[in-house]
């Protein structure tokens, strides 16, 4: 099958009335190379370098200890996973009793709250776990408690708005 873009790194030899292919993966991966991402990469590294990644991960723990911290005092808020934040990453898995995820999330982009709702590729976890699909919060460098504060207030008006009165 001859492929079906041109570009550099699929020919292996060019002709004034024909072409040859390179073989097989390089004769369907037409164009220049993915030298931008590489670039950026780069960039990042340097970044993350300078910052000293003992520093990187000791605001990640904080952060997150903290976040642990409130969202393990909200009413109805079940977190996922150790609540030790030197046991974990900048991700924190929870959801709000009887209010589905997506819901939640709703409310909580409403506020300016960038979470994600869903399986997070898991669902075997879930169905373990017995949810339908959690909240997920990230925190790293670029993170404050202030957000952690804005998190657990969205969540607060999330639990006013879908929760009845018990």
């Known amino acids: 099958m001859p492929p079906f873009l041109g570009g550099g790194g699929m020919i292996r030899e060019v002709f004034e009335d024909r072409s040859t292919w390179a073989p097989l993966p390089e004769k369907y991966d037409a164009g220049t190379p993915n030298i ?3 670039i950026a990469f780069a960039a990042a590294v340097d970044y993350l370098e300078a910052l000293g990644m003992a520093n990187v991960r000791a ?10 911290e409130r969202l393990s005092s909200v009413p109805d808020v079940s977190v996922y996973g150790p609540l030790d934040p030197e046991l974990r990453t900048g991700v924190v898995s929870f959801n709000l ?3 589905h995820p997506h819901d939640a999330g709703t409310v909580l982009d409403e506020a300016g709250i960038a979470v994600r709702a869903g399986h997070h590729c898991c669902q075997p976890l879930h169905r373990f776990l017995d949810v339908a699909a959690t909240l997920r919060a990230s925190f790293y460098i670029y993170n404050s408690r202030d957000e952690v504060d804005a998190l657990v207030d969205a969540i607060d008006t999330a639990r006013r708005l879908y929760q009845r009165r018990r």
């Open 97 to 99: 009793e009887g209010v």
């Open 59 to 68: 605001h990640e723990v904080d952060v997150t200890g903290y976040a642990l």
């Open 36 to 38: 931008a991402d590489t």
